[in-house]
């Protein structure tokens, strides 16, 4: 089963535009990380926040972390045509605080971003 | 480039057979894990590696087997072929298998065809 839900499924937006996905889970976690999947391409590690931080930066992402409504947030500031790709949020929710890396994926937002 | 190399990339079979993929992990991982993409059941973990040994098992099926290697490289066979096991199979690998935080690096898949 899918822990995370991630809204919306589709988002299509002009360049330079923000994009701003949501993922929701169910239940308790370690960390979670955001994956970028190029069409039909391997999955490329964008970031991960661990359960007890609220907000993280790298470069043009911006990912928050709420854990009191199991919910995460990935904001991509100023986007570009080549930002175009599937984007997915994954929880680790190893047993006793560590984790085995036994992630568990949403269906994914198909991010467009129009020249 | 990931780090985590995946044999072949692509795969076309007929129903009833075997195959086997292999992964390279990244250099110094030494956990490994087995992934499945598929359209109607999304991303799913299937199996994880940790310096040889099996570590945790998703919904992996009983004709599907995977080992981890000494020199940390990992197969995984699928046998007796349905139609329905098409799908993009993912390799990942981390430093260690048991800690919080533990970001999991992909290969590029391979794409497996049963006809």
């Known amino acids: 089963s899918q822990q995370g839900e991630e809204d919306p499924q589709a988002l299509s937006i002009q360049e330079g535009e923000n994009a701003t996905m949501n993922c929701s889970y169910k239940t308790s976690i370690n960390n979670l990380q955001w994956y970028r999947q190029n069409s039909g391409r391997g999955l490329v590690h964008l970031i991960l926040i661990r359960s007890n931080e609220r907000e993280k930066h790298s470069g043009r992402l911006r990912v928050t972390l709420d854990t009191s409504k199991k919910s995460s947030s990935l904001l991509i500031t100023a986007s570009r045509a080549a930002d175009t790709a599937s984007y997915f949020c994954?929880?680790?929710?190893?047993?006793?605080?560590?984790?085995?890396?036994?992630?568990?994926f949403g269906q994914g937002t198909i991010l467009t971003v129009h020249p | 480039d990931s780090g985590v190399t995946q044999t072949p990339k692509h795969l076309i079979t007929a129903t009833g057979q075997r195959v086997t993929l292999r992964c390279s992990p990244r250099s110094g991982d030494l956990s490994v894990y087995w992934y499945q993409q598929s359209l109607d059941q999304g991303l799913q973990f299937l199996i994880q590696?940790?310096?040889?040994?099996?570590?945790a098992k998703g919904n992996i099926l009983e004709r599907f087997s995977a080992q981890q290697f000494p020199d940390l490289h990992s197969e995984l066979n699928l046998s007796s072929l349905e139609l329905g096991d098409s799908a993009l199979y993912f390799c990942?690998?981390?430093?260690?298998?048991?800690?919080?935080?533990?970001?999991?690096?992909f290969g590029e898949g391979s794409w497996l065809t049963v006809v």
């Open positions: 590696y940790y310096n040889g040994e099996e570590r």
């Open positions: 990942a690998s981390s430093v260690i298998g048991a800690v919080s935080g533990n970001t999991i690096y």
């Open positions: 994954a929880t680790d929710a190893g047993a006793g605080g560590t984790s085995y890396g036994k992630l568990t």
